[in-house]
């Protein structure tokens, strides 16, 4: 399984906070020795994510609340699977209800979105791509999503990889420029830039940076710059990028691209329909 992301705790927090304020006044109304069980099912097939993201909201508002699962991260589902049974006191698992949800709905949707693309290029050494268009505070929690469902990272910030993209060409005068200021700059990181022209492609050959992204390019082009980057002996990874949907990324990818970034994998996610089934025991 991917490595959890170091701030989940943050964002149960800030989940928690924003849900309950100064306090739950409708949990308030049940009795405080009250019990509940119940489970968790999903209404559609998806790809299950989050379950650190849930167990962590519960044992914030009450140890006592257990949670049992019937599947992992990753693992698809099954529509009207039983994904996890819970049991404790009933004030804190009605409180945490919503937060819980909201997690494993949204990175659920994020893994599955991410699983169709990857199935999508299956059988060619292409890779699919995130990228930054994530909810704001919850990046690492989407990218770790995206590798559940079978996706890779593309960079996490503005920290971890140099990306040259239109304006800062511009700012250094030329692409050429601009990779050569960003080996002086940052030696240590992978320097890719974004093309946008056949033109600007031979340029950036000719400058060496680590990646090119092709934004926009035709499949034409695609298979053009693909059999151009061969005969220079391959120096650089190529990424196609721009208008790319799962009715068009297996014929990108069968271009020989060696990825292919998708920014719908986290910016137009869908959350999966799930439903909590409660039932009072005691109290």
């Keep these: 399984m991917p490595e959890l992301p170091a701030d989940l705790g943050a964002q149960v927090d800030a989940a928690l906070r924003e849900d309950i304020g100064s306090g739950d006044v409708t949990a308030a109304l049940v009795p405080a020795g009250q019990s509940v069980r119940g489970s968790v099912v999903t209404r559609e097939a998806a ?40 049991a404790g006191p009933a004030r804190a698992v009605l409180t945490g209800e919503r ?48 590798r559940c469902g079978g996706g890779n990272n593309h960079r996490m910030g503005l920290y971890d990889r140099v990306l040259i993209k239109e304006n800062h060409i511009a700012a250094a005068g030329s692409l050429t420029g601009a990779i050569e200021a960003a080996r002086r700059s940052a030696p240590e990181l992978t320097v890719e830039v974004e093309v946008e022209s056949p033109a600007e492609l031979e340029e950036a050959l000719n400058a060496k940076p680590d ?15 693909v059999k151009l980057n061969q005969a220079l002996g391959r120096p650089v990874q190529l990424e196609a990028s721009g208008s790319v949907s799962l009715e068009t990324v297996g014929a990108i990818a069968a271009t020989g691209v060696d990825y292919v970034s998708v920014g719908a994998l986290t910016k137009d996610v869908r959350a999966v329909d799930l439903s909590m089934r409660l039932e009072f025991t005691g109290g």
């Design 47 to 86: 790809v299950l994510c989050g379950r650190a993201w849930a167990q962590e909201t519960f044992r914030r508002l009450d140890p006592q609340v257990r949670l049992s699962w019937q599947a992992a991260d990753g693992e698809r589902l099954a529509a009207n699977q039983v994904i996890f049974e819970i």
């Design 99 to 146: 937060t819980a949800l909201n997690f494993l709905q949204l990175l659920s949707g994020t893994a599955t979105a991410a699983r169709h693309f990857a199935d999508a290029v299956a059988g060619t050494p292409c890779r699919i791509l995130d990228t930054r268009k994530t909810l704001p505070g919850l990046r690492t929690a989407q990218k770790y999503a995206v």
């Design 211 to 225: 990646i090119i992204m092709l934004d926009d390019f035709s499949l034409a082009n695609l298979q053009a710059a």
